[in-house]
């Protein structure tokens, strides 16, 4: 089987998971309790019948359930997310304008993670046992165990507050009106922070998992032979040891990448970075159905997408894999 | 004598705030606005956040001052006639919208009659007191009531009864207005930008009709999600005005003890936000008034106001705020007497029944305020299981009466008619909403004490009623009056005149200026 048939077959099978999801959603959620009405009404601090209901016409909700279902999966299929009513804009469009800023911080860290992660678990790994071994590993430990939030208050603290050396938080700096390189070095500022601290987690876990997988790999015969024909440590580590150890870590980098879209609620939320997963947090908290489900929609599409990636990866990677596994 | 005491302090505060030097003009404000509100049409949207941000905007015929004399504002002058029926508003004059269209009285009337009446529910109680509103000439705009409405005074405020433009909105469909996303007002400050999610940016009314006015350039209100992190952007000088809420209170002292940061409670005034716990009067041990009684006696009100709101605030004595118009001290004060609360229980037979106890999901403070009551309950004696939800879930149990014990809090606006008496008469007993008497007490007498109040003319005869209400259901514990919220500002030293209204920040950038 050709690797075009494998890639439509996963695709179709694919357009259908989607739909599923789509469905079990819009079911989930509407099984929460509260519905945007009432939480937009009660913001307001006071609310008579008529507001109520208003609002429920505008938003569909007096609607029967199997209607506003039917309307909605109606809309999916030819790629309608639907309406924002309480942003009051297409939930397309809310998703496209946070995206960027999401896509920025979680391809940052994903790729600061995947290159230390591996370099530094590939040097754990060739002094193992060592003291610069231990320090490493558990160094790596404590970034993997300490958790998110803490972290990045922690982060402010120390280079915002304390030492004044990088902005706490935002995208930019409002209202300075920077254009062009200017400017791309200010938001660079203002990455560094949000970006190492949601890095560091993943960046543990691609070391530790590089350095066992590694450490298991250089035990194999393969290995010994090439040490027998006389070829160099590195060599030997980057050609045989490497190449075969990186599978594990290609597989835990996919399921990262699928969730690159979904963005980072927490380190979002602390460092006011103006993504994708505050506005699935906001939403939630408001009970805005259409952009709840439209951020899930899309993140699920990225889980769907990146696993085929990953697997076309692993045949880069590793010739043996045929298409059909 | 209370009014006596506000009257020296303005007097004290006036005479210190007068020294010879000029204001300042220039300069950009940096307010946090928390959570981002969810539009700035002011007309449409009513919520805590855009009436901060749209507060610039928007405006309305008065304005009212931190003891709630009203003053002027897009009317320069009003009259009220004897019999209290006919309210005469003369507008300012040389008024242009934020587009350069003239504002006149067509748009006063085209605001009450048409557009709030249809979108905005809290006006549209104050509307139905209303018979007509006409416009004679270009200036002025005549109300004329059915019957007095004492409170009515009180409905000219900004996010009472926002003035929109007619001839943007004359015969379209509100809600799907374009112009919705790019609000037009007559306010010091036009929309300039709003980046979601990030910050919403207004720029100075070159053209407003008070010369002179606004002093600032611009004003950002920057979204800051995290509580930590709005502390933090206090404290690295990002932003230079907290306004009341916007961090948790025990960050609030650590701030304040900072170089050039002041406080102030004012600008709350018209607001008072009241807080207190529904007790289920309809089943339950929460149905029995000697159970509420003892609710009120086993709770130490003065340390939770202490520890859990760091000494902000003040325990409530009466459904109506001290702050409010038509306060009275006359009433049962619910000390600290747990004997006295288990005696109660003791007499009813309280069988250890457990009660379900809702908190407010506004946050950390809210949470530890409840952890407090259900400790001291539990000192009585009484079974407390707290029962947390999000905000969604806490409307729909509370709209749909599923709890025991319930914490909320409400604004005032400045009158009992509007802001206090929904809470407690029987018509507003209405499953589906959690801003009426959710609690169901049910006291016929009362309902028409409450009534009778809100249509007389004479201040003093409204008082003399509202005091024996006060009396009376401070008697019956409705629900559980916990404190008059006070939500501090905190903000650089050097913003002068920052809240000068009983609203506060809402419409503050108006008259603030920095001093150089």
């Not at chain 1, 439209?294 to 990636?309: D, E, K, P, T």
């Not at chain 2, 005479?15 to 049409?41: H, S």
């Not at chain 2, 009585?380 to 809090?409: C, H, L, P, R």
Request: charged share 20%; aromatic share 10%.
């Amino acid at each position: 089987m050709s690797i075009l048939t494998a890639i439509l077959g996963r695709l179709a099978k694919a357009a259908l998971t989607l739909l599923a999801i789509a469905v079990l959603n819009f079911f989930l959620l509407h099984a929460a309790p509260g519905d945007p009405a009432v939480v937009l009404a009660g913001e307001a601090g006071a609310a008579d019948e008529q507001m109520i209901e208003q609002l429920r016409e505008r938003f569909g909700l007096d609607q029967p359930f199997y209607v506003q279902l039917g309307k909605y999966v109606g809309g999916i299929v030819q790629l309608d997310l639907g309406y924002s009513f309480r942003q009051d804009a297409p939930v397309s469009q809310l998703i496209l304008d946070r995206l960027p800023a999401t896509l920025l911080l979680t391809l940052t860290a994903f790729g600061i993670s995947l290159v230390c992660g591996i370099a530094l678990g590939v040097a754990s790994a060739a002094r193992v046992g060592k003291a610069s071994d231990s320090a490493l590993t558990t160094l790596a430990l404590l970034f993997y165990a300490t958790p998110l939030y803490w972290l990045a208050l922690m982060a402010v603290l120390v280079f915002s507050v304390w030492l004044g050396w990088l902005p706490g938080f935002g995208y930019e700096t409002v209202g300075a009106g920077y254009t062009g390189i200017t400017r791309a070095l200010d938001i660079l500022q203002h990455l560094i922070l949000p970006a190492l601290t949601l890095g560091l987690f993943f960046m543990a876990v691609y070391m530790r998992m590089t350095r066992a997988s590694m450490l298991e790999v250089s035990q194999l015969d393969f290995v010994k032979t090439a040490k027998a024909k006389g070829l160099s440590g590195p060599a030997i580590r980057r050609r045989h040891i490497l190449r075969n150890a990186i599978l594990p870590v290609v597989t835990l980098a996919g399921l990262q990448a699928g969730q690159l879209v979904g963005g980072a609620v927490l380190t979002e939320t602390v460092f006011a970075w103006p993504g994708i997963g505050r506005l699935m947090f906001e939403s939630l908290a408001a009970r805005d159905y259409n952009t709840i489900l439209g951020v899930f929609l899309v993140s699920a599409a990225m889980v769907i997408l990146f696993n085929i990636v990953t697997d076309i990866v692993y045949r880069i990677v590793d010739p043996r894999i045929g298409a059909t596994a | 004598m209370q009014h006596l005491l506000k009257a020296t302090t303005f007097l004290v505060a006036a005479a210190l705030a007068a020294p010879a030097f000029a204001q300042d003009d220039g300069g950009r404000l940096d307010i946090v606005v928390q959570p981002e509100p969810p539009g700035l049409m002011l007309g449409l949207v009513q919520n805590g956040p855009t009436q901060l941000v749209a507060g610039d905007i928007f405006e309305s015929l008065l304005r009212y001052d931190t003891d709630l004399v009203p003053g002027p504002s897009l009317a320069k002058s009003w009259e009220i006639s004897d019999d209290g029926l006919v309210y005469t508003f003369h507008l300012q004059e040389g008024v242009k919208w934020h587009d350069g269209e003239p504002f006149s009285a067509d748009d006063v009337v085209f605001s009450a009659d048409v557009f709030l009446r249809e979108t905005h529910a809290r006006l549209r109680a104050s509307l139905a007191y209303v018979d007509k509103i006409e416009a004679p000439d270009a200036n002025t705009v005549v109300f004329t009531l059915k019957e007095p409405f004492g409170p009515f005074i009180n409905a000219f405020e900004t996010g009472t009864m926002p003035i929109v433009p007619k001839h943007i909105y004359e015969g379209t469909d509100f809600a799907n207005n374009p112009a919705n996303a790019t609000p037009i007002g007559t306010g010091p400050f036009k929309f300039d930008k709003w980046e979601k999610g990030s910050y919403i940016h207004l720029v100075k009314n070159e053209d407003y009709y008070i010369d002179g006015l606004p002093h600032l350039d611009e004003v950002f209100y920057r979204v800051i999600p995290d509580a930590a992190a709005r502390a933090v952007a206090f404290e690295t000088g990002e932003v230079d005005v907290l306004p009341g809420g916007s961090v948790e209170n025990w960050d609030i002292p650590r701030l304040a003890a900072m170089d050039n940061v002041c406080t102030t409670g004012k600008g709350w005034e018209f607001f008072a936000p009241h807080a207190w716990m529904w007790l289920n009067n309809r089943e339950g041990p929460t149905a029995d008034k000697r159970f509420r009684q003892a609710v009120m006696y086993a709770m130490d009100r003065e340390f939770m106001k202490d520890v859990v709101w760091n000494g902000y605030g003040k325990v409530a004595t009466s459904p109506v705020s001290s702050r409010t118009n038509f306060y009275s001290d006359d009433t049962t004060m619910y000390n600290h007497d747990p004997e006295k609360a288990k005696a109660l229980l003791a007499e009813m037979g309280y069988d250890g029944t457990e009660v379900r106890l809702l908190p407010l999901p506004y946050g950390e403070t809210w949470q530890r305020w409840a952890e407090a009551v259900r400790q001291n309950l539990s000192e009585v004696g009484i079974n407390v299981q707290i029962d947390s939800t999000d905000v969604a879930g806490w409307n729909e149990k509370t709209a749909n009466w599923d709890y025991d014990m319930a914490f909320t809090y409400l604004y005032q606006y400045g009158d009992p008619a509007l802001g206090v008496s929904r809470n407690y008469t029987a018509d507003r007993i209405k499953k589906g909403s959690p801003w009426n008497n959710v609690e169901g007490y049910d006291n016929p007498e009362l309902d028409a004490k409450w009534a009778a109040a809100a249509t007389m003319v004479k201040p003093e005869d409204r008082a003399k009623i509202y005091a024996e209400i006060q009396k009376e259901i401070v008697d019956d514990v409705p629900v559980a009056w916990m404190q008059e919220l006070e939500f501090p500002t905190i903000y650089r030293c050097n913003v002068q005149d920052l809240v000068t209204t009983g609203i506060g920040i809402n419409d503050g950038p108006r008259n603030a200026w920095i001093k150089k």
